[in-house]
């Protein structure tokens, strides 16, 4: 199928870069938006969930690379590739910072290890056939869990309740700088599936597993962050929607409904990533990312 994307014009012809950013997180404290230890292990769950998710997406595109006919394409994974192995390195830097803290992430990323490295793994017994309908539907679940990165990093690009709250702004350079590579390469994902199987069904039934499964691994990761944060007595360590809507309504967490209506949009028979987010917002902020800016020099 030819490469030819709708919708975000500024997107066109657009040069996916890895941009390898570095870190420093000696001065971050635990709860990085201040006074709100939920909210802030709510984004913390990316930290929990990214890094092997990350690397499963970077050794699938890989896998994919032989079936791909078309070169922009093809250099548009390739791009994707770069970004995302960087990604998954930043991410675990938080991690060993949370471990350094007192707050042992292990127990829950061993789980993400299983997830991404058996049950979502590579099967080598499959051969023919076979190897290549398991490999679209892998594709297929990345481009679904590609569409929720994308509508985070639109959120998190516009969330200006996250700079009046004085987050640590290290963090949210983190935060910014990955959601703006994550509408940057939004329709990667998208367009290889449709590239490997233009049909609906596929599309759609990735979406209706993956949904319901990030949410269950959110809710079970903010939970485990929140029981294990050496820093909060009983009383304050539980984690409640009431909460998360209270923090969603003071713009410190994106809201349920637009993200069950974002999810919605996917559905569409009509529906291409770039409908979704700002290519040219996204390039704004990696132009002025100190992290993104120190890279490039």
Do not use: C
């Not at 076979?130 to 990093?153: D, K, M, P, S």
């Not at 709250?165 to 998208?190: K, N, Y």
């Not at 209706?208 to 990030?214: D, E, H, K, N, R």
Request: glycine residues 8%; charged residues 20%; neutral net charge.
């Amino acid at each position: 199928m030819p490469h030819n994307p709708a919708g975000d014009g500024e997107h066109h012809g657009l040069v996916l870069q890895p941009r390898n950013v570095q870190f420093d997180w000696n001065a971050l404290p635990m709860h990085w938006i201040p006074g709100e230890p939920m909210a802030t292990h709510v984004i913390n769950v990316l930290h929990l969930l990214l890094p092997e998710g990350e690397r499963w997406f970077v050794r699938t595109f890989k896998e994919a690379l032989p079936l791909i006919r078309d070169e922009r394409l093809r250099e548009e994974v390739l791009g994707f590739v770069g970004q995302e192995a960087i990604h998954a390195e930043a991410h675990q830097g938080v991690l060993d910072h949370l471990l350094a803290k007192g707050l042992d992430p292990r127990p829950y990323t061993r789980q993400a290890e299983y997830l991404f490295q058996r049950v979502l793994g590579e099967h080598p017994e499959l051969t023919g056939t076979a190897a290549r309908e398991n490999l679209i539907e892998r594709v297929a679940v990345i481009a679904a869990i590609e569409h929720f990165t994308a509508f985070l990093g639109d959120w998190v690009l516009n969330a200006d309740a996250l700079d009046r709250a004085g987050v640590d702004p290290t963090m949210l350079d983190l935060i910014r700088w990955h959601g703006a590579e994550e509408v940057e390469h939004r329709s990667v994902a998208f367009d290889l599936l449709r590239h490997l199987d233009q049909g609906y069904t596929r599309r759609i039934r990735a979406m209706a597993i993956t949904g319901p499964v990030l949410v269950h691994l959110w809710v079970r990761g903010t939970r485990f962050l929140m029981a294990n944060d050496p820093t909060l007595v009983p009383g304050q360590a539980r984690a409640s929607w009431r909460a998360y809507t209270a923090a969603s309504k003071r713009g410190l967490l994106p809201r349920l409904g637009r993200a069950a209506r974002s999810a919605a949009r996917y559905l569409s028979r009509g529906y291409h990533p770039t409908q979704e987010g700002s290519t040219r917002q996204a390039v704004a902020y990696l132009g002025t990312s100190p992290a993104a800016r120190a890279a490039a020099h």
